[in-house]
């Protein structure tokens, strides 16, 4: 079965610094997707960026950026310049063959100013 | 817009009501899916739904019954609820049943047994 870690409950940075949220996971599997969802106080899961395993560039998106290192099983999200609306609950998510989403336990993130 | 609607937003019941959760989506999505989100767990995926066929069904206690009338719409009746279940219910749809595009998911229902 495919799992998820995020080992980092809880992140904090400075507004206009950058901060990066790490996951780990576990798959057997060749293809699949991985996730970053954002779930702010208003509850609705956001989806912030995708990786497709078979592609070696990391994906982009505005200020959010992700390091997937496939062979060590590693998809880190990257927020540059931080804004206050960035503070969220972060969840790193897996899809492969099978009908569903696996998420992680997520990361709770604080922007200060 | 979100796309995926769910009512009602919170909802408080006796362990011997009977209530439904709703889920709508007007995204053109073929798959479906109820996630139960917990303080400190990961989200569990409770029932997938693909093309109004349930394709997968987590292990979930059957005071838990879902119904997909159509591919737009999506239902959670309750009966008899434990106080364990009180919890954030997620609904979610995506293109297809891979979900490869990521999901869309509702706001939620906060559901307390009382």
């Known amino acids: 079965a495919q799992t998820v870690t995020q080992s980092q409950p809880e992140m904090s940075v400075q507004e206009a610094e950058t901060v990066t949220l790490s996951c780990t996971y576990d798959t057997s599997e060749s293809d699949y997707y991985l996730f970053w969802y954002k779930q702010p106080p208003s509850r609705q899961m956001i989806l912030v960026i995708r990786?497709?395993?078979?592609?070696?560039q990391n994906a982009t998106e505005n200020r959010f950026s992700v390091n997937f290192q496939k062979a060590a099983k590693s998809f880190s999200l990257k927020i540059s310049d931080s804004q206050l609306g960035d503070a969220a609950m972060y969840f790193c998510a897996y899809t492969g063959t099978a009908s569903k989403l696996t998420f992680g336990t997520g990361t709770r993130l604080q922007v200060t100013l | 817009e979100t796309g995926v609607t769910q009512t009602p937003r919170h909802l408080v019941m006796g362990m011997t009501n009977k209530k439904s959760l709703k889920c709508e989506q007007h995204?053109?999505?073929?798959?479906m899916y109820w996630y139960k989100q917990s303080a400190k767990k990961p989200l569990e995926l409770m029932f997938v739904y693909s093309l109004e066929e349930r394709v997968e069904n987590n292990s979930v206690p059957s005071r838990f019954s879902p119904e997909c009338p159509n591919s737009s719409h999506l239902f959670l009746h309750l009966h008899t609820l434990q106080p364990e279940d009180s919890a954030l219910y997620l609904c979610?749809?995506?293109?297809?049943?891979?979900?490869?595009?990521?999901?869309?998911f509702g706001s939620g229902t906060r559901l307390t047994v009382v």
């Open positions: 990786q497709e395993a078979y592609k070696q």
């Open positions: 979610a749809s995506s293109q297809d049943s891979l979900g490869w595009r990521g999901y869309t």
């Open positions: 995204l053109g999505h073929n798959a």
